[in-house]
């Protein structure tokens, strides 16, 4: 039967319905963390607008500046932060089976840190150390 | 049809600029996981406060000037950052209330990525003005 | 005992205008879903000794409009399980005296996960994305489909990518992940949406990069 007989109460999800879950906090966290990655990139590309208009030293300046440092700090624990979960989702997402076991998340989170700590070095030792 | 079920009116369209979309989304989640850390802790940490590697002489010009992968290393990851940053926060925002703004939002989003990577890609090119020819 | 047997004798003893809905009272039809302290659950699946010494709320499952009491109307949910031709669709039925349709182990595998789905609306109720845009395909749908998708039997690619592929498929979801946590049967449809974004990724390039052929 398509017609509604009783009047429907409809329930309207209000603004703070991830406060009701700890799984949602963390899921509110973890989408919130992705704009430190985006500020860091806008930042960056600031930086670079000061070292492009030849003002080299503006550029350095802004690099030891106490604010930028405090925000790289917290822009570097939350870009971490954006990793791990990364990882974790990857872990659920593509599980990897290797003969008849399917790989668990935290097994993906392991590896890609891992890798993660691999790759960092690599990237220091081609554009720094060489 | 079981009764009760309406039939849909118009026929569904793949939206394929979406999911050209999410697969940058992707990898720009990828870039941002494995490259945005050391390049923030390079730039932002090692060389203000003088920590290994950059506690020589050297300040991060180096990364942005000279070299081709210094050049890649930097465009990939920031621009992936970005686009993947602002395209995750443009729907963390709609889902705390402001749904209503949602295609202003996306709209806004959208642009700054877009402003973003034009800057960045020039900026590059202006401080490697030999890169064309490589 | 379980909160399903609470509402019985409620409804026995107390008021028997409570309405609401409930059948095998073991957690295979899928009827009783209801919001239990706060989780969407199944009633007949929530013991009451995790509960013991404090008062709980019952209510009527989130993010479905309510007729009475407990029961929720289920229309939009029927609707999008229709919609993604839960069938096994072929571009040529081969008569039965040819026999039936082989499948191996392996094959039945990569979607047997998702055929245990109970249609028990858990997961709609869990997602807040479904909660903030009702037009949103959802989990429990999205995760039918890909089972048909990945039915080695099934030749209907071509009419089930669009209905996922569109903007109110899959592209909604954000990843929040809560769909898979509620779900009693251990479908995981938040794999099967990633899953299905990750096809839909694949085949726009394809079809960029490879407009006539490539199939």
Redesign the interface.
Known sequence: MTEKTFPELRRKLTSGWWTSNRHYVQYMVREWTSLFVALFSLVYIYGLSLLATGSRSAFLNLLKSPAMIAFSFIALIFTLYHAVTWFYLLGQVVPVKIGKTTSKPWQALVANLVLLIIVSYLVIWLLVLR | MAAGVEMREEAPRVARLHAILWGIFSLGGMFAAFLLPVMIYLTGIAYPLGLWPLNGSRDPSFLVMGTLLGVLFVFVTVAGSLFHGIFRFQSALTEVGLLRLKKGLEAAGYLIIFAGIILLAYYLLVLNPSLPAL | MVVLDALNYIKANLDGSLTYRWSCRMGVCGSCGANVD??PKLTCASFLHEFKGRTINVEPL??F????DLVV?M?DF??KL??IKPWIIREKETPPEQGEYQQSAEELERYQQFSSCINCMLCYSAC??Y???EKFLGPAATALAYRYIEDSRDQGKNVR???V???E?V?EC?????CS?VCPKGVDP??AI??T?IL??????R??LMPRGGR
């Open positions: 706060g989780t989130p993010n409009p309510v007729i009475k109307n229309e029927m609707r229709v919609k807040p994305i909660g903030l845009n990518f669009p209905i592929h569109e903007m498929g592209w954000t990843l929040v992940g809560e946590v938040m794999l990633q899953k974004k839909g990724a694949t085949n726009a390039l079809s960029i």
